[in-house]
């Protein structure tokens, strides 16, 4: 797999200076990359990387007088690197059509050129849409509805009525729609709430692995568009998140919450149920957000307060052995004022 | 599948308050009950969905004068909803007797009417009862016991010896019985300490998606009768868990530690080993527990300290900023002071 | 299965005091082992169940006049526990041979010995080496490599071209290879970043269960000789983990990261991305890696600090009402002083 540098350039939307004639025959990290390679360079910290890199094209922001091989000037380096990625990357393995040894119930719509590996199982009533590919141990129960060019990676389990959109990755061991967390107290002990709800993910999204997305307790679990969701993060009942939201790691967003568009939630962030995260709005790594977050909110600590505020609390207690000095100081000499005063008096 | 309002009174020990011709047809929450369903009311939060609820009935704590429809009066309506929605609810999905696409180890005791699946891998020796319910992808290793009308979900694992009471639920992706992390140094290496008991899961517990809980160094791990667990939650080495306890998501509970009857631990709570939790204690989310709690104790925090101590704490240094303004004030003056004293002095 | 008192003294390299002719069958903790149980004592918090113990030998750091059976004297009484432990300890179970309800793919190359279990999928070009077992459930993507005796437990999904060494340890629902979290922002919405390298495994590790280990982006995530980690741990794409490190449950290690040889992460630990963590460092249960910790460093706390650091701030924490009465004091006292000068000066 090969690709000139001016196509490349063109994919990317930049320009290419110098060395047309290069053919670029993959991409790798500067410290990588060899002769017939592209590589890229942003982040001026890895300057060092540049100047010992072997690769035989760049990607850049604007030119780079150390290196002697062709350049892409573009605006966004990552999204280049991103795009020419993508070309060179080995898509997901596939199985050729419906493996004999994959188990599909009655009542199914298989698509065109759907992939389903040996021990896969679909439930009745299922649809799977066309060019989705199912990995081994990949378990639909029944009536779920798998969307076109859907990957669903190993032991991956859709239970009963779940709707999963179009061009949708989901990670190995991931659970969509296990029961919410319902249970009401009654005497010492706990009756079960069914959970009558489904789950939603709509076109674009990626979930990562060993995530827990539960079906709501009436209506839907909404993952909407373009979300990314990264491993072992934790979707409660009835939660809602908007249009390109980022959810790093081990997080747990709590019952009936909504995040807004575009919103960014840290890793190990616990969010209480009922809550509001307005669109844009991010919160830092650990956090615990007990309130409701309003647009553009910027938010981190337990409770989750503004960064800002955060910081200047922070800040305030590591400068409390100061106050402490401070005050022992005051002390001493208000004890030799009073002194003074006492002999004045006297 | 409907029921006469007056039947369904009669099921949740409430009183019908009008219409009693009414059969209810489906349960559902205020803004989406069509005409022939039953909702629900006791938040007065939700009273603008009350207003506009098309629902045709409702279960209320007291007669709701803005409501025209029959009206079902109970003293818990949380615990009437769940009641009524269990008798809508479609229960889990079964198959018909044991597949043969499922590997049944030899020596194996099968219950009556039990459900297993393709796909399923039962160990040598093992016991499943009555009822049970065994998804694809469910895998037995040898000589676990699955209790009556218990349900194991797609990808769920039971290791060796492993014993799961009644009336269970598991939720999908869960592992039960793997080691646990026990290893000894040896100079700068880890040494494997074998890990020789078991798991014991008592009846009427439900366990979230994608746990793990380990088998015990000697003797078990124990879950007690109707324990409930969210997703993701860590149950560490022969940890013992008190009846009707609850854990929430993405919470840790390390080696050895017990918690009592009607525990409460909120999500991503991390409990140290060795560790008691008194009966009926709560500990708020995102706390770490180093030290054990006295039963009924409030705690929260890292590391928790009883639920009062820590907003106390958490108000003074919300207040930091005008200690320092205090301070400062208090400096200027004490500086006026000396000057006016030396003055006076002279 | 039992071994010669005298046998179990040199297996440990310890001395066997008192009754030579004792025949070991079993080993177990003080307050379950039986008469012809071994058991071990080093905790003097144990000191009651040592009293009560029917166990008929004991192994010690020094003789115990209390106990009147045999005793073996060895200066790690917990490595010696282990050693013993694993010779009466049931080693996995296995299937002879490979399984015809496994699915093996083209161009595979299995080892002697190896036990492939019904329902494992394995896909083109992987290597299975001498003595591995893979448990029911695993699926190894194409071009695999799994190390001699190494043992993949259920539903382990291994993805695309990743390298597990020998005598590693793979606990259930655990997933190897999944794609890192790269994504480039693109106006509102998010472009993937393929990740095209691997993870690699070295020998004697042991992963706990429903871990996720992601691919690298370029090159591979590594995780080095006889590292141990706990259930539930995040490891993102192009972390290094060194030698023996511990890494327990529910800690989350972002991209790029490196960790030394013999660190120690505790619980629901959350790391930074590109973060350095030098030989042999801890990081205390629950904190949060902003910046690089030195070798040999203790931090712990969210930003973690050194340990000692925290403690100091989090006593002047507690200190605050103190402070607030002392503030409160000076400033009676300052007006007291303030009145009597102008009481002076009148």
Same mark, same amino acid.
């Given at each position: ?38 590589? %890229? ?62 188990? @599909? ?28 590919? #199912? %990995? ?27 709707? @999963? ?10 659970? /969509? ?12 002990? &706990? ?6 709800? /489904? ?18 307790? %009436? ?12 491993? #072992? $993060?934790?979707?409660?009942? *009835? ?25 960014? /939630? ?5 969010? *209480? ?13 650990? !956090?615990? $957000?007990?309130? &409701? ?5 910027? %938010? !981190? ?11 200047? *609390? ?33």
């Amino acid at each position: 797999m090969e690709i000139p540098i001016t196509k490349a350039a063109e994919m990317v939307g930049g320009e290419c200076v110098g060395g047309e004639n290069f053919v670029v025959k993959g991409i790798n990290a500067l410290d990588q990359a060899g002769p017939s390679e592209i590589s %890229f360079f942003s982040d001026h910290r890895y300057g060092d990387r540049l100047k010992k890199t072997k690769a035989g094209a760049l990607l850049v922001s604007g030119i780079n007088e150390e290196f002697n091989g062709p350049q892409i000037i573009t605006a966004n380096v990552a999204l280049a690197y991103a795009k020419i990625a993508a070309f060179f990357a080995v898509p997901p393995t596939r199985y050729p059509g419906v493996s004999s040894d994959a188990v @599909i119930g009655g009542d199914c719509r298989l698509g065109e050129d759907v992939s389903v590996f040996p021990m896969v199982y679909v439930g009745k009533g299922c649809e799977i849409g066309d060019g989705a590919t #199912l %990995f081994p141990g990949v378990v639909l129960d029944q009536g779920v509805k798998v969307g076109k060019r859907t990957v669903l990676y190993p032991n991956v389990t859709v239970l009963r009525g779940c709707i @999963i959109g179009n061009d949708v990755i989901v990670h190995a061991g991931t659970t /969509i729609g296990s029961d919410g967390f319902g249970f009401v107290r009654d005497g010492a002990s &706990s009756v079960k709430v069914p959970q009558t709800g /489904i789950v939603q993910i709509d076109d674009h999204v990626e979930i990562g692995a060993n995530n827990c997305i539960d079906r709501a307790a %009436f209506g839907k679990t909404w993952i909407k568009e373009g979300v990314k969701t990264d491993n #072992l $993060v934790q979707i409660a009942h *009835n939660v809602v998140i908007g249009e390109h939201s980022i959810v790093v790691a081990l997080a747990g967003i709590s019952g009936s919450s909504r995040l807004g568009r575009g919103v960014m /939630i840290g890793g190990q962030v616990g969010i *209480n149920d009922h809550t509001e995260i307005g669109d844009g709005a991010m919160v830092g790594p650990q !956090s615990g $957000v007990a309130k &409701s977050i309003p647009a553009g909110g910027i %938010f !981190s600590g337990t409770p989750a307060v503004s960064h800002r505020t955060r910081l200047r *609390n922070a800040a305030l207690v590591a400068r409390l052995p100061q106050f402490k000095e401070r005050l022992r100081g005051l002390e001493k000499k208000v004890r030799e004022l009073e002194d003074r005063l006492d002999e004045n008096g006297e």
